[in-house]
C-alpha cells in the first residue's frame, strides 16, 4: 500500500486548546477520511473529503483536501476530554484499488 | 459502529490451531472489507469481498488465510495454523456500494486474536 506520514504521533493538551494535525502521502489520493477510534472500539468516521481544496466542517472539526491531494489537515476547536482518542488519516485511490490506506495515527490526551 | 456486527470480540488460541472471525455487515450493505491491526500501528488493507466473490486479495498473506462472503450468513475469515505474528486486531467494514466514489466505510468493533 501507499505510504502515508501523520504527524504528531502523540498530543498532550489542556481542554479547551485547538489542535492541528496532518497527514502527507507519497502519492496522490482523490479521497481523504478521518477517522477516531477510541480504545478497544473500531474507527468511527468523523470527515470525508473527496475533492482536492475542500474544506468541511463537522461541529468543533474542520478538514482539508490539500489541492496537491498528497496531503489532508485535521483541526479540532475547543478540546474538551472525550476527544481522547487515537485520530486515523486515510487515503483512498480509486485508480488504483479498494484498499484505504491508513496512517500510523495520532494519539490526542486531553486534560481538563 | 453503526451496525456491523463482528464476533468473536476476543479470541485465543494456541499456535498451529485455527482462528475463525466473522462479520455480519449492515442491514442493506452487500460488500464487505477486512482490515488487520497491529498495537500502535493502523489499519491494514486485508480483502474485498462482494456476496460470493472475493473482489481483492491484494492484502491477504498467501498462505494460511482466507476469506469468504457466503449467499447466506456472515463473512468469515479463516486463518489456519495461526502463529504468535498473527496476534492482531482484525477489522470488518461494510459499505452499500463499492467504495471507490464515496470512500466511506462503516467499521465494526473488532476482533482480537492472542495466539499464545
Known amino acids: 500500500g501507499q505510504q502515508l506520514n501523520q504527524s504528531p504521533q502523540s498530543m498532550f493538551i489542556q481542554e479547551g486548546e485547538d489542535v492541528s494535525m496532518n497527514c502527507t502521502s507519497s502519492?496522490?489520493?482523490?479521497?481523504w477520511l478521518w477517522y477516531k477510534q477510541d480504545p478497544g472500539e473500531g474507527p468511527v468516521l468523523l470527515i470525508a473529503?473527496?475533492?482536492?481544496?475542500e474544506l468541511t466542517s463537522n461541529g468543533r472539526l474542520t478538514a482539508q483536501f490539500g489541492i496537491t491531494r498528497k496531503d489532508s489537515f485535521l483541526n479540532i476547536s475547543a478540546s474538551i476530554p472525550s476527544d481522547v482518542g487515537i485520530y486515523f488519516c486515510?487515503?483512498?485511490?480509486?485508480?488504483?484499488?479498494?484498499?484505504?490506506?491508513f496512517g500510523k495515527g495520532t494519539s490526542l490526551l486531553v486534560t481538563p | 459502529n453503526a451496525g456491523v456486527m463482528q464476533n468473536p470480540r476476543h479470541l485465543v488460541r494456541r499456535r498451529g490451531q485455527e482462528a475463525r472471525l466473522r462479520c455480519s455487515p449492515m442491514?442493506?450493505?452487500?460488500?464487505v472489507y477486512w482490515y488487520r491491526q497491529l498495537p500502535e500501528e493502523g489499519l491494514k488493507f486485508m480483502v474485498y469481498?462482494?456476496?460470493?466473490?472475493?473482489?481483492?486479495e491484494s492484502g491477504m498473506p498467501k498462505e494460511r488465510f482466507s476469506a469468504e462472503f457466503p449467499k447466506e450468513g456472515p463473512s468469515i475469515l479463516r486463518i489456519q495454523q495461526v502463529v504468535r505474528g498473527d496476534s492482531a486486531a482484525y477489522f470488518c467494514?461494510?459499505?452499500?456500494?463499492?467504495?471507490?466514489?464515496?470512500?466511506?466505510?462503516?467499521f465494526g468493533e473488532g476482533s482480537r486474536l492472542t495466539v499464545l
Open positions: 467494514a461494510s459499505s452499500r456500494d463499492r467504495n471507490l466514489n464515496t470512500g466511506e466505510l462503516f
Open positions: 502519492s496522490i489520493f482523490n479521497t
Open positions: 473529503l473527496y475533492k482536492a481544496g
Open positions: 486515510a487515503g483512498l485511490n480509486s485508480n488504483s484499488g479498494y484498499a484505504l490506506n
Open positions: 442491514k442493506g450493505h452487500s460488500h
Open positions: 469481498l462482494q456476496k460470493e466473490n472475493i473482489i481483492d
